[in-house]
């Protein structure tokens, strides 16, 4: 795949870039290790005003950063203000509470017969982050803003078709006070990541994107014995039961479905509704559905953009296709429109059977399956029937049903009466087919620190302490 910024609401090429040799590779890691050395040896409460500055640097850019995304990979430009807004606010909540999040955990001290212990959180070196396109801000602050706090630096394998949103994100820690090289961008192919992760000096990888990337990601670090974090796909249920807020659910359910354009991993994808509100409900979501305006991504009008790619907008249709073929029945939209870009419309399929793609596949795109279930039971069976558990979505004011949610829904994230996000208050993630590991809360940032324990002893009068106690 070639690296370049295509505009999706047109098709047209705006810029190219040659892959980085093997040599600016190798020299942009052995940047990015003498950039660890220094940077472990900052203070926090240093790498704090630098990220506070990032954090400046972010909102005083906001229109500008924006225009980029939309252009690059066709967010609406709404979607991207607000996308710089968050990443802004992510960097000041790890600025503000990392000292915290680092510091040394005390451990009884007498129950393991020392006069101190205790746990300290210290940086492990270079991590390689191989990121997607659809958030491609948000995706890599995430990661950044806590490993940089934590000590460690970054290597960023972008997506391709992000080029410079990717070279932004580099320039953005340098300006903000970062030592040179504590973030630096690889304009690489996906050939190249084996090679990277295999080198020496890159200690760990967190990869966001498809099954087999992680897969391929996971077989090389494993090999390599390196740690990996790994966010994949979603199929996310929404659960609609008979004491919801219909309009509420309805109006969440179009957001959670068409955010991003429908290119999402935690969008909602599989709306499983009670019968007994289930023609009730499906009368307001597709009306919804219906009512949203695709079009040009920086119109302010405009709710739905383009998709990333043609390649993405030819596969959600096939998938779509798929259904109809098999007897499902399209409820709204489902028609590639004519015309300049990569559009689809918003859609809404029912009546759903295991033999269709739709039913087990995760769809990128602005397509929602419609599933109707006559029991709690039932809404589980379905909700938890698929290889992905990455969010969910329940919406019930039973309070006894709730809690049963929370409990019952195989997923890394269960949100109640509401809409999946991601916070920095909160560790994201997925099971399953959906990945390994947390980002984000103070999870996410010691995943990429050595969890090192800390015994000190009474010198020469206690070095038998720890004598017949059992050891390794």
């Not at 900052?42 to 005003?49: E, I, K």
């Not at 909102?59 to 709404?78: S, W």
């Not at 383009?306 to 596969?315: F, M, N």
Request: contains cysteine; proline residues 5%; charged residues 25%.
């Amino acid at each position: 795949m070639p690296i370049a910024t295509t505009n999706p609401a047109t098709g047209a090429v705006l810029r190219s870039y040659d892959p980085m040799s093997q040599e600016q590779v190798d020299a942009a890691i052995e940047r990015t290790d003498l950039a660890f050395r220094e940077l472990r040896r900052t203070t926090v409460a240093q790498r704090g005003r630098w990220l506070g500055a990032a954090a400046d640097l972010l909102d005083a850019e906001r229109d500008e950063t924006a225009r980029l995304m939309t252009t690059e990979m066709g967010k609406t430009y709404a979607a991207a203000r607000a996308e710089v807004t968050k990443c802004a606010a992510a960097c000041r909540f790890y600025a503000a509470h990392a000292e915290r999040m680092l510091a040394d955990e005390p451990a009884d001290a007498r129950a393991v017969k020392a006069t101190r212990a205790f746990v300290r959180y210290q940086p492990i070196g270079p991590v390689l982050a191989v990121m997607p396109w659809n958030f491609p801000l948000w995706q890599v602050v995430r990661f950044a803003a806590p490993a940089l706090m934590a000590g460690n630096t970054g290597l960023l394998k972008h997506a391709s078709n992000v080029p410079q949103t990717a070279l932004y994100l580099e320039d953005l820690f340098r300006r903000a006070g970062f030592p040179e090289g504590a973030f630096t961008t690889l304009l690489v192919g996906s050939d190249a990541v084996e090679r990277v992760l295999g080198d020496p000096r890159v200690r760990a990888a967190t990869l966001t994107g498809s099954e087999r990337a992680g897969r391929s990601i996971a077989q090389i670090a494993g090999r390599e014995l390196k740690k990996t974090v790994l966010e994949l796909g979603g199929s996310d249920p929404f659960v609609v039961m008979p004491s919801a807020d219909l309009d509420a659910a309805a109006e969440a359910a179009t957001t959670a479905r068409c955010q991003n354009n429908g290119q999402s991993c935690i969008a909602a994808k599989r709306f499983i509704v009670h019968a007994d509100v289930y023609d009730a409900f499906a009368e307001r979501f597709v009306a919804n559905m219906a009512a949203l305006t695709v079009g040009d991504p920086m119109d302010p009008a405009t709710d739905v953009g383009p998709l990333a790619s043609e390649g993405g907008r030819d596969e959600v249709h096939a998938q779509v296709r798929d259904a109809v073929e098999r007897d499902a029945t399209v409820l709204c939209g489902g028609e590639v429109p004519d015309g300049d870009g990569w559009f689809y419309p918003p859609t809404v399929v029912a009546d759903l059977t295991p033999q269709m793609r739709m039913w087990s596949e995760e769809v990128f795109g602005p397509v929602a399956g419609l599933y109707r279930v006559s029991s709690y039971d039932e809404a589980i069976e379905v909700a938890n029937g698929t290889a992905f558990g990455l969010g969910s979505n329940a919406w019930t004011t039973d309070p006894d049903e709730q809690e049963r949610f929370a409990t019952d829904l195989d997923a890394g994230n269960v949100f109640v009466n509401g809409m999946t996000t991601s916070f920095p208050e909160l560790p994201f993630g997925g099971v399953k087919n959906s990945g390994y590991g947390r980002e984000l809360s103070a999870l996410g940032m010691r995943e990429f620190c050595n969890t090192k324990t800390v015994w000190v002893g009474r010198g020469e009068e206690g070095a038998g302490a720890g004598v017949g106690a059992h050891s390794e």
